[in-house]
């Protein structure tokens, strides 16, 4: 008997500890419960909770250019948590501005692209020939090409497009790639240059994506770079979102003043060039003809059809 009632009195102890984590303090007159858990006074029970967090709230709203010259503006926020950004997206741009992540700019997207490419090289050629090794020197082909293209358009979309074309070739490359690196049929070379692409892919993917969105967060300061687009001015904005551990927050929108250059009109017209000719002098009073060519105007288009006025004249012994 003696035996019976010690396990019951051990079996009741081990459900009182158990319980003990959720049961309201009497001493206290509150529930003790763990940090993530409040107190049901309904169910008098524990439970989880997902604690109210704050997502980033985008603070600036007006800024100024002049015409024809971009700066960089930093992305302002505010958040309740005190969190760090962790990226940033730009929308909504007004038909006469653009934004550019500041990894375009630094061209630190193209550094990473170019060491995915020359290492993507030994991988490709590592890979068995047949159809998988004439795959993979196409898809090096595309990498090669895209990369080449990005490097120099003045195109955002184009780049945004180029970069694309260089990803789905990367990725197809690691799918050809993928079947040397295991058994039955692990090539050595294959595996090693497949696990450094690997690790480039990485950090090349967090570039294009703020590339992708058209900014960048760096120590939770996030920037881009707004240029007005050729001949534009006066109002334009866009809108941008902040993202922290709590999620991405709602839009902010920027409203942007372009002022216009001072002398605008005066530098988009051609411009005469000076020149000099000589003729032989002539010993009698009949006129004779002389024919020169007039240097090319010089224009900020690049044009080569101008008309011409003559300002002043020409007279005899002149």
């Not at 294959?190 to 969105?213: I, M």
């Not at 020169?292 to 020409?314: C, E, H, Q």
Request: charged content about 10%; hydrophobic content about 40%; glycine content about 6%.
């Amino acid at each position: 008997m003696k035996i019976l009632w010690t396990i019951h009195f051990l079996l009741l102890s081990i459900v009182i500890i158990f319980l003990n984590g959720c049961i309201p303090n009497a001493a206290v007159s509150k529930a003790v419960c763990q940090p993530t858990q409040i107190f049901n006074n309904v169910s008098r029970s524990c439970e989880t909770v997902v604690s109210a967090r704050g997502k980033p709230v985008g603070t600036l709203l007006t800024t100024n250019f002049q015409q024809e010259t971009a700066k960089t503006i930093t992305l302002t926020y505010s958040d309740a948590n005190n969190d760090k950004a962790i990226s940033c997206r730009v929308n909504n741009l007004s038909a006469n501005i653009e934004a550019v992540s500041p990894q375009v700019i630094s061209k630190a997207i193209f550094t990473l692209a170019t060491s995915v490419y020359n290492t993507s090289t030994f991988l490709a050629a590592s890979i068995p020939s047949g159809i998988d090794g004439t795959n993979a020197a196409l898809n090096i082909a595309k990498m090669q090409s895209s990369l080449a293209i990005a490097k120099l358009t003045f195109d955002y979309t184009n780049l945004l497009n180029q970069l694309g074309i260089f990803t789905t070739a990367l990725n197809n490359l690691l799918v050809l790639s993928a079947p040397y690196t295991v058994n039955p049929v692990i090539v050595p070379e294959v595996q090693f240059y497949y696990g450094e692409v690997q690790n480039l892919k990485v950090s090349f993917l967090a570039s294009k994506n703020f590339v992708d969105n058209r900014c960048d967060c760096t120590g939770g300061v996030c920037s881009t770079v707004i240029a007005p687009r050729f001949l534009q001015y006066g109002p334009a904005g866009f809108s941008y979102t902040i993202t922290d551990i709590d999620g991405e927050g709602d839009p902010a929108i920027v409203n942007i003043s372009i002022s216009k250059a001072a002398g605008t009109a005066d530098y988009l017209l051609p411009a005469a060039e000076s020149s000099y000719v000589t003729f032989s002098e002539s010993n009698t009073s009949t006129v004779s003809a002389q024919a020169f060519i007039l240097p090319a105007a010089r224009d900020y288009f690049g044009s080569v059809n101008f008309s011409y006025k003559w300002i002043g004249s020409l007279g005899l012994g002149k």
